[in-house]
């Protein structure tokens, strides 16, 4: 009987623990610093959680002021914590950039790897807000 109760209890828990575990689904919009202290650019990041895997995009306005959208790539989640990657054409080169990040209620703190121009690794740091709309 006591077998019984523990191993219920355990699975009680386990249950329990996955119910709580924190959804990233939905939009985080984060503020960028314009290009030579421009006006901050919007970037809102889309993502879809199901399982332990992530999918979605990251949009933000171009050059031109059209919407540019880049996919999801590589998506993870476990927990409170993601990671994911896009990549994208720049100047004839595939740039890869890495993002992960922890959400804490509707905060997503996310770092941002991306090959600087001397190609060193830069980080940046931003904090995105689901947003409600």
Same mark, same amino acid.
């Given at each position: 009987?006591?077998?019984?109760?523990?191993?219920? #209890? #355990? +699975?009680?828990?386990?249950?329990?623990?996955?119910?709580?575990?924190?959804?990233?689904?939905?939009?985080?919009?984060?503020?960028?610093?314009?290009? %030579?202290?421009?006006?901050?650019?919007?970037?809102?990041? *889309?993502?879809?959680?199901?399982?332990?895997?992530?999918? &979605?995009?990251?949009?933000?306005?171009?050059?031109? %002021?059209?919407?540019?959208?880049?996919?999801?790539?590589? &998506?993870?989640?476990? &927990?409170?914590?993601? *990671?994911?990657?896009?990549?994208?054409?720049?100047? %004839?080169?595939?740039?890869? +950039?890495?993002?992960?990040?922890?959400?804490?209620?509707?905060?997503?703190?996310?770092?941002?790897?991306?090959?600087?121009?001397?190609?060193?690794?830069?980080?940046?740091?931003? #904090?995105?807000?689901?947003?409600?709309?």
């Amino acid at each position: 009987m006591t077998k019984k109760l523990l191993f219920v #209890t #355990t +699975i009680l828990l386990v249950v329990a623990f996955a119910a709580f575990a924190a959804d990233v689904s939905g939009k985080w919009v984060y503020e960028q610093p314009g290009r %030579g202290g421009g006006d901050p650019v919007k970037v809102t990041v *889309t993502l879809k959680a199901s399982g332990g895997t992530v999918t &979605g995009d990251i949009s933000r306005p171009g050059r031109d %002021g059209n919407m540019m959208s880049t996919p999801i790539t590589d &998506g993870k989640v476990d &927990g409170n914590n993601v *990671t994911f990657k896009t990549s994208q054409q720049m100047g %004839g080169n595939a740039i890869t +950039i890495d993002y992960s990040g922890t959400m804490n209620g509707d905060e997503l703190k996310l770092k941002i790897t991306r090959p600087g121009r001397d190609g060193n690794p830069m980080t940046q740091e931003f #904090t995105a807000k689901r947003a409600t709309t």
